[in-house]
């Protein structure tokens, strides 16, 4: 039974395609957004886009703690935004190549 107002004049052609659109499986993008939906994630990954850095970086110029961090940059890390490289006892981070392109995005965005 469908509810489309017969009125309503759509072709089967795009009714088709709507459907299979809203099947598909957006937990990634969506994934993406949370973790740009906090200012301080964009800000993590602004810098990101100046160089790699250690946590204790971040720690220095921002009022967040190692654990609040530790937070943001695992939601970066699970949309694949960031990543990170051990060197010595320091964690690393630096963009992926996703990273890189939604900082792009976000600096044509701000201009």
Do not use: Q, W
């Not at 039974?1 to 659109?21: C, G």
């Not at 961090?69 to 990543?83: I, P, T």
């Amino acid at each position: 039974m469908t509810t489309i107002p017969p009125s309503y004049n759509i072709s089967s052609e795009t009714l088709e395609k709507v459907r299979d659109l809203v099947k598909e499986d957006v937990e990634r993008i969506a994934s993406i957004f949370k973790a740009l939906s906090d200012p301080g994630r964009i800000k993590i990954l602004k810098a990101l886009g100046i160089e790699d850095l250690c946590v204790c970086i971040f720690v220095e110029v921002t009022n967040y703690k190692y654990s609040a961090l530790s937070y943001h940059l695992k939601l970066l890390k699970e949309a694949d935004l960031v990543d990170f490289r051990r060197e010595g006892s320091f964690l690393i981070y630096g963009l992926t190549d996703l990273g890189r392109k939604i900082l792009g995005l976000i600096a044509e965005i701000a201009d």
